[in-house]
């Protein structure tokens, strides 16, 4: 759910199920010392308390910190979370059959990515259409985070794809 206010759009903050299976090389390690290395954004304590907690599921069944990956394992960790806010709206700047063209403002990255998951030009176009009968649109070209500019969004991947061709 977005909130506007003063032109700054916020992400009322929500709780995020992240799912993944156990790669090969975590085979037969701990959960905590995996937890901790590979996923370094949060400090190994915070992994401790959150598998403690019961916010890391493994198939489906709390563990505990000793815990070691077997093959397959299905891992999900759920945890809140806030999003930066963005500044400044999503604008059309034309379209035709075949792409529409947006106004991207700084501070919005093209798809998500680190701390932003909705807070994305992605999925403010997807969730918010800007034109009638709006089809998904795919990215053609991007623009970092906080540059500002017109992007090009494709109304099929095919299109997306010529375009990227003639692009490159």
């Not at 949060?42 to 493994?58: D, E, F, H, T």
Request: overall charge positive; aromatic content about 10%.
């Amino acid at each position: 759910v977005y909130e506007m206010k003063n032109g700054v759009r916020y992400v009322k903050p929500y709780i995020h199920q992240y799912v993944t299976y156990a790669k090969g090389r975590w085979i037969h390690k701990n959960i905590l010392d995996v937890l901790s290395k590979e996923f370094g954004a949060y400090p190994r304590s915070y992994w401790s308390k959150a598998i403690i907690q019961g916010n890391v599921l493994v198939n489906g069944n709390a563990v505990t910190e000793q815990y070691e990956f077997k093959n397959a394992d299905k891992l999900l960790h759920k945890t809140h979370r806030k999003e930066p806010p963005v500044f400044g709206r999503v604008q059309l700047v034309g379209e035709n059959d075949k792409l529409l063209a947006v106004n991207k403002p700084a501070s919005l990255p093209m798809h998500s990515c680190g701390n932003y998951r909705h807070n994305s030009l992605k999925a403010i176009v997807s969730k918010e259409h800007l034109v009638p009968n709006q089809p998904e649109l795919f990215l053609v070209h991007r623009l970092d985070r906080v540059t500002s500019g017109v992007v090009v969004m494709a109304k099929s991947s095919e299109f997306a794809n010529e375009l990227c061709e003639d692009i490159r």
